[in-house]
Antibody, heavy 122, light 108 residues
Framework: EVQLVESGGGVVRPGGSLRLSCAASGFTFDDYAMSWVRQAPGKGLEWVSDIKWNGRRTGYADSVKGRFTISRDNAKNFLYLQMNSLRGEDTAFYYC???????????????WGQGTMVTVSS | EIVLTQSPGTLSLSPGERVTLSCRASQTVTSSYLAWYQQKPGQAPRLLIYAASTRATGIPDRFSGSGSGTDFTLSISRLEPEDFAVYYCQQYGTSPRTFGQGTKLEIK
């Protein structure tokens, strides 16, 4: 079964750090780019970051650039999001998602995890 | 950054009706790299349409997408009870990738 499982969420004080993980299984991990998407409570989806299959190219939303770092370990089938200098507006559910690297579907997020909640509060 | 504007914000409809949702981009979406997602309460989003008009695996043919350039639509030919949800468009041709703010389909 194709599956993405996020972990690492929790409550953190403003200015603090957190590292999210996403465990991938049931597919060839390095055939896919990976993304993080977040959703604040009661709000819409916000794209956060993505990373190519080999980790050599990354992209970030302006709202997190310089504070968040995406990475992946293809040997372990894991995706990560290191979040530093956290702010209240970073409070959200964080989803990881995959997108094919090749073909007509490349770039679209075809499988999503169930998400992990991050709360930034003093 | 490409801004996607979805309309309307909320639609109240009955099962069996046909609906068309709109997604307008502030700039041309590269190569029609436009996707539609469905999200139900408490669930992760699900991919419905990619490349503007291609249905994802397992998506019923009552869902269809069209458009190019800056104007895109998602149509549902006959609403089923399970279709009442929030729908998002996303462009993935240019970084930063961006989502629309969503359209909520509610039962009338």
């Amino acid at each position: 079964e194709v599956q993405l499982v996020e972990s690492g969420g929790g409550v953190v004080r403003p200015g603090g750090s957190l590292r999210l993980s996403c465990a991938a299984s049931g597919f060839t991990f390095d055939d896919y780019a990976m993304s993080w998407v977040r959703q604040a409570p009661g709000k819409g989806l916000e794209w956060v970051s993505d990373i190519k299959w080999n980790g050599r190219r990354t992209g970030y939303a302006d709202s997190v650039k310089g504070r968040f770092t995406i990475s992946r370990d293809n040997a372990k089938n894991f995706l990560y999001l290191q979040m530093n200098s956290l702010r209240g507006e970073d409070t959200a559910f964080y989803y990881c998602a995959r997108s094919p690297e090749l073909g007509i579907g490349s770039g679209a997020l075809d499988i999503w995890g169930q998400g992990t909640m991050v709360t930034v509060s003093s | 950054e490409i801004v996607l504007t979805q309309s309307p914000g909320t639609l109240s409809l009955s099962p069996g009706e046909r609906v068309t949702l709109s997604c307008r981009a502030s700039q041309t979406v590269t190569s029609s790299y436009l996707a539609w997602y469905q999200q139900k309460p408490g669930q992760a989003p699900r991919l419905l349409i990619y490349a503007a008009s291609t249905r994802a695996t397992g998506i019923p043919d009552r869902f269809s997408g069209s458009g190019s350039g800056t104007d895109f639509t998602l149509s549902i030919s006959r609403l089923e009870p399970e279709d009442f949800a929030v729908y998002y468009c996303q462009q993935y041709g240019t970084s930063p990738r961006t989502f629309g703010q969503g359209t909520k389909l509610e039962i009338k």
